[in-house]
């Protein structure tokens, strides 16, 4: 499964086979799958598996920041529950991939989907993709004897050829660059920022608590997944660094699509490992170094710490070569 996620572009996906990035560290046994973190002004951080959900209680609403998977959605809404019964009228999903929407039919019949205009198409145009890309690698897994592999890309071939549109729970709003939702007291503030994670990438603002969702723009202590087929741009993860940190007082908390909740220290710090990779593919190419050598030799001792180095690190060099000149 590890390959699985290095190998696949990271589509909305059908089945509880989630790509590898989506599990690592947020691997947890079902009895204590769920870890609920109180931050300021009624929001909160919930850890599951998958990208980190966020939820605002607000006077007489809830609004919740993407649905993690299917099979434990409902679990989600009860950990809410624990929390308020207040009607969870909205659910923001920060982009399109499986580990932040799945969970979205969950909350289609109360919740009012709300994303990016590209995340809809992204989510609509799967199945398609799937058609289009899964048959080829379903032949190459069998040639290889890759039976788990060659089991996924059945599965989602078997998914995308019947799946509805009703059951892809798209979002029903979209947007372009930003909106606002008023509830009471609260602001909840959406930006659409540059291109990074993926080309449909939101950040969730609430105001006047000063917490931020940052979706996948921030990896805390883990590298990030690129999302090149999906749109994104590893020099593009830095305008929008740039461009979030710049709207926002210095004492905001940050939850983290995946790693732990952090300050703008910890963004920062996430910042540095992305110009630390550009600085290294703009220095290979400027010496005119092969893109193979470079993959070869480029290392970062002081990132190995970070969960998914072994994974992830050498793709966001890769494209990082790719983006530089
Ligand atoms: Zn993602």
Redesign the pocket.
């Known amino acids: 499964m590890k390959k699985l996620g290095a190998l696949v572009p ?1 589509l909305f996906l059908a089945a509880a086979v989630a790509p590898a990035l989506a599990e690592g560290h947020h691997d947890r046994g079902p009895a204590d799958l769920f870890r609920l973190s109180p931050l300021r002004g009624n929001v909160y951080a919930l850890y599951g598996r998958g ?1 980190t959900v966020g939820f605002f209680v607000g006077g007489d609403s809830v609004v919740v920041v993407d649905s993690q998977f299917k099979d434990i959605a409902p679990g989600i809404i009860a950990q809410i529950r624990k929390i308020t019964d207040k009607p969870i009228k909205y659910l923001v999903n920060t ?1 399109h ?1 499986v ?2 929407v799945g969970g979205n039919p969950v909350f289609r019949p109360f919740s009012l989907i709300i994303a990016h205009d590209n995340a809809r198409k992204r989510m609509l145009s799967s199945p398609a993709d799937v058609l289009r890309d899964y048959p080829v690698e379903l032949e190459k897994a069998r040639k290889a004897g890759d039976q788990n592999a060659a089991k996924f890309y059945a599965e989602q071939i078997e998914w995308a050829k019947k799946v509805t549109i009703e059951e892809i729970a798209a979002p029903f709003l979209t947007f372009d660059s930003e909106f606002r939702i008023h509830l009471g007291a609260e602001t909840v503030q959406v930006w659409h920022t540059p291109p990074a ?2 080309d449909g990438d939101c950040v969730v603002y609430f105001e006047k608590a000063r917490v931020l969702h940052m979706g ?1 723009l921030f990896w805390n202590k883990v590298i990030p ?1 690129v ?1 090149v087929g999906g749109g994104g741009s590893v020099l593009g993860y830095l305008s929008a660094l740039d461009r979030v940190l710049s709207r926002v007082p210095p004492d905001v908390q940050f939850i983290a ?1 995946h790693g732990e909740v952090s300050d703008v220290a910890g963004v920062q710090a996430f910042r540095k490992y992305v110009a630390d990779v550009v600085a290294e593919a703009e220095k290979a190419k400027r010496a005119g170094v092969s893109k193979e050598k470079f993959l070869e030799g480029v290392d970062l001792p002081a990132y190995k710490g970070f969960s998914g180095y072994s994974d992830r690190f050498k793709d966001n060099c890769s494209a990082a070569y790719d983006e530089v000149r």
């Open positions: 990271i990208g982009h991939h580990d932040h994670h993926t996948d997944f999302d699509g």
